[in-house]
């Protein structure tokens, strides 16, 4: 009986496809990557080469001889020539007068939460056994945290220590004093700047709206001037801090001369949720204390001591449909007990309003050579949808670390590597979900491992409910070194660390 026959790769390899595969073999495809990339990002450079050289071959043969003629045959009048310096001063007037303001940002300073309100996981499960009678509630949220990718030092507020918690107002008031004010202060003094040197003042947290705002409780305590500028943002989610930037900057931009106070924290007290319906659970379990503050400037002479120069900020809201509207909502469940349901649907819509936001963004940051490859296949829809190389627009991604599954679902999505998202997961575990300062501990533990570089560019990335996605991109002015007050301070020489996927409680 003769032998089958062969099934090896060699043999069922047909004559015409053996010279693309040696070609392959031969040159490696990286490289040939980058010598595209290079020649469109380049392209107009390569054109004009050759022109200027043809004008300066020209040029030179012009003999001296010839050079009086040609100089009397550029006939100027007096009249012409004044007329065309007052058009060229008139144009060049109207574009600086037009163009933007740069937005500056001066400084920022994070909330470090005191030891006194750690919460380790033993603590957390002790408290949830007393808390909660119904088992299953209380081994969903075993499961929960056992891989949330928290660590063992985050923190609740001190109202939440109870047992049962006590949410009343005077300790939810007491919270948002001292995360706020801890966070001023430190950038105050960091600054140098006193109160009277605020012109506005932008505060978000989404779920606790006291009266008084916290806006002017801020006014109150500073004494800041009476004719500042002040707003207060509620309601809108983890990427309210993003927000609240848009806002300064679009008052930077009517208001010359001026520096903004934007404070961004979410108030953890009045937002326990003592029921059992598992959606309502997982809040419960991921947010922590936080708070940032960032100090913003238009002044064009705050550039020399600035840190970062405010490139884009791109907001996506995807509110118009019902499923997005409704995946972050707060509510009551049957019995009464208020809290924030998470939809199942929630990492499918925030790939969706990513998408949307990445869409509008990368035309304002890709390379040339990407924004091609993109066109490309946008046109031709049978191929494989071209995902663009983000990592050639930034050295740096602060992703909102509001769970383990966002971070994955990020950096498949953007294939970014375990370096790029490593800032984030960090965050997420020394600190939890501290909702929209979130993206200011990333900052800062980049900073704390001197990685920041003059020239780098970041991308803050952050998802709230709404559902909105929004995205704000900074580019660095200057090599930085760690703040004495970092809360990254006495831990970052033991960051990162290896987070196992599933905790043993």
């Known amino acids: 009986m003769p032998p089958p026959p062969s099934s090896s790769p060699a043999s069922s390899t047909s004559p015409s496809s053996r010279p693309l595969q040696e070609f392959k073999n031969f040159v490696k495809l990286k490289y040939v990557k980058l010598g595209y990339q290079y020649l469109v990002n380049h392209i107009l450079t390569l054109l004009l080469f050759p022109i200027i050289a043809a004008v300066g071959i020209l040029v030179a043969r012009i003999g001296p001889d010839e050079i009086p003629s040609l100089w009397s045959s550029l006939k100027f009048d007096l009249l012409q020539i004044l007329c065309s310096a007052l058009i060229l001063i008139f144009s060049g007037t109207v574009y600086f007068m037009s163009r933007p303001r740069p937005i500056y940002l001066l400084d920022y300073a994070c909330f470090k939460p005191p030891l006194t309100c750690r919460v380790p996981f033993s603590t957390f499960m002790e408290h949830t056994r007393l808390i909660c009678s119904n088992e299953k509630s209380y081994q969903f949220q075993a499961r929960i945290l056992e891989r949330s990718g928290l660590g063992e030092e985050t923190c609740l507020p001190p109202a939440n220590h109870y047992i049962p918690p006590n949410p009343n107002m005077e300790a939810s008031q007491s919270e948002a004093h001292f995360v706020i004010f801890s966070a001023v202060d430190n950038l105050l003094a960091d600054t140098g700047l006193k109160p009277n040197d605020i012109d506005i003042l932008v505060v978000n947290c989404s779920l606790f709206s006291p009266a008084p705002s916290l806006s002017s409780m801020l006014i109150n305590g500073y004494k800041f001037p009476g004719n500042i500028r002040s707003y207060n943002l509620s309601g809108m989610g983890c990427s309210a801090g993003l927000i609240s930037i848009n806002l300064a900057r679009d008052l930077l931009q009517i208001h010359p001369n001026s520096t903004a106070l934007v404070v961004s924290t979410e108030i953890i007290t009045p937002n326990f949720y003592?029921?059992?319906?598992?959606?309502?659970?997982?809040?419960?379990?991921?947010?922590?204390?936080?708070?940032?503050?960032?100090?913003?400037?238009?002044?064009?002479?705050?550039?020399?001591?600035?840190?970062?120069?405010?490139?884009?900020?791109?907001?996506?809201?995807?509110?118009?449909?019902?499923?997005?509207?409704?995946?972050?909502?707060?509510?009551?469940?049957?019995?009464?007990?208020?809290?924030?349901?998470?939809?199942?649907?929630?990492?499918?819509?925030?790939?969706?309003?990513?998408?949307?936001?990445?869409?509008?963004?990368?035309?304002?940051?890709?390379?040339?050579?990407?924004?091609?490859?993109?066109?490309?296949?946008?046109?031709h829809r049978k191929l494989k949808p071209y995902i663009p190389d983000f990592k050639q627009a930034f050295e740096h991604f602060c992703i909102?670390?509001?769970?383990?599954?966002?971070?994955?679902?990020?950096?498949?999505?953007?294939?970014?590597?375990?370096?790029?998202?490593?800032?984030?997961?960090?965050?997420?575990?020394?600190?939890?979900?501290?909702?929209?300062?979130?993206?200011?501990?990333?900052?800062n533990y980049i900073e704390s491992k001197r990685r920041m570089r003059r020239g780098d560019r970041v991308w803050q990335i952050g998802f709230g409910s709404g559902f909105k996605c929004n995205s704000a991109v900074w580019k660095c002015l200057r090599s930085i070194k760690p703040q004495a007050d970092s809360p990254w301070l006495d831990c970052i020489d033991r960051y990162p660390v290896d987070i196992p996927e599933i905790v043993n409680l």
Not at 401 to 409: F, H, K, N, W
């Open 274 to 379: 003592a029921g059992n319906q598992r959606s309502m659970l997982l809040p419960n379990c991921l947010f922590r204390m936080g708070a940032a503050a960032i100090l913003l400037s238009n002044r064009r002479i705050d550039r020399r001591r600035a840190k970062y120069k405010l490139v884009h900020i791109v907001r996506t809201h995807k509110g118009a449909d019902d499923k997005a509207y409704n995946c972050v909502y707060e509510e009551e469940d049957e019995q009464g007990h208020s809290g924030i349901s998470l939809s199942k649907d929630l990492m499918a819509i925030a790939g969706e309003a990513l998408k949307s936001n990445i869409t509008t963004i990368g035309p304002l940051v890709l390379p040339a050579s990407e924004q091609l490859l993109f066109l490309f296949t946008l046109i």
């Open 400 to 443: 909102h670390a509001g769970g383990r599954a966002v971070i994955d679902e990020l950096q498949k999505n953007l294939q970014l590597s375990p370096e790029h998202v490593e800032a984030s997961r960090m965050t997420l575990h020394r600190f939890g979900n501290t909702s929209s300062s979130s993206l200011w501990y990333e900052l």
